[in-house]
């Protein structure tokens, strides 16, 4: 059997028994890392590479390496970076040093990842803040105007191919208008579909040949009134699939956070209805795991795909001189 439609977790810095067991036999497509995954260097590349020997082939293993509050990987093993605003602000200065910090900082951070055999970050976000926006994404967000946010999105996203590590495009189709943390509560976004055609959407296009992208647990009540864009067919097809226009593999944002409701499985397989290729699952609880299994399917026709010509780009990798450059992004960000 191949690779089934769905991301996982694992709970902690080993893989155990029973996680042996149901990876063998559940076969995920991917795994994503937490900071409850992660302690030395030589841990998650053991941590990886045993993943990948259990499921039998070079699986993609995913993190959330932005920069900022969202890192991961930090002090003392790996260096910290700045939040995705610093980039933004140095745009602002001048937007060729602006760009060019954004496309090294994202170059550097795959370096890090590909030493631990980590191939796909989910960076960068095109998410357009608002005033009075939940602070969710605030500073993670490059700027508050689309043609801005998706520049840098842009040099980001180059950047980590540029060291051999796919992005992720989040969220899809937009949270910066949110007024809630979908991590704990569903948001509902009332404005007007031709304001978010013109700002929130609008920075998702020029991205939209991007291999990976992820969902946004938020409502857009113009388009759908009850859905979030996750598990919502009207918004996967006639915004994300069509306005926006994005072509790559589209996988959920964590099905297990609180903007969801249902079961997990409930939660997965509305999802993967709503045009969804894989679902995320991301807290490493094994009977929430077993759960998302036990509804998705082999990997197959056009989402496997999708998957199969972003795997291809994890080879693009430049020859690059990690010291040098650190030292160049460095004094750039000071």
Sequence with gaps: MGSRAFITGLSGLTILPLERAFLREAAPW?????????????????????????????????????????????????????????????????????????????????????????DVDCLPLADVPIPGGDPVIGDRAYGTTPAKVAAIAGAVADGLLAGGVLPVLKHL???????????????????????????DFAAFRPLKALPLGMTAHVVFSAIDRLAPATTSVTMVREVIRGSIGFAGLLMSDDVSMGALSGTIAERSTQALAAGCDVVLHCNGDLNEMREVAGVAPELSGVAAERASAALAMRSQREEFDVAEARGIFNAMVA
């Design 173 to 199: 189709p937009g949270h910066g208008r949110a007024h809630a943390d979908s991590h704990k509560e569903l948001p509902v976004v009332d404005t007007d579909r031709a304001t978010l055609e013109q700002t």
């Design 30 to 118: 991917g795994l994503i890392i937490f900071k409850r995954n992660i302690s030395t260097p030589q841990q998650v590349a053991d941590l990886v590479r045993d993943f990948r020997d259990m499921v039998g082939w070079e699986a993609p293993v995913l993190v959330d390496q932005e920069g900022g509050r969202v890192q991961r990987l930090g002090p003392p093993h790996w260096p910290a970076y700045p939040p995705g605003a610093v980039y933004g602000a140095l745009y602002d200065r001048d937007p060729a040093s602006g760009l060019a910090a954004a496309r090294l900082g994202a170059h550097l951070i795959a370096a890090d990842l590909t030493a631990l055999g980590i």
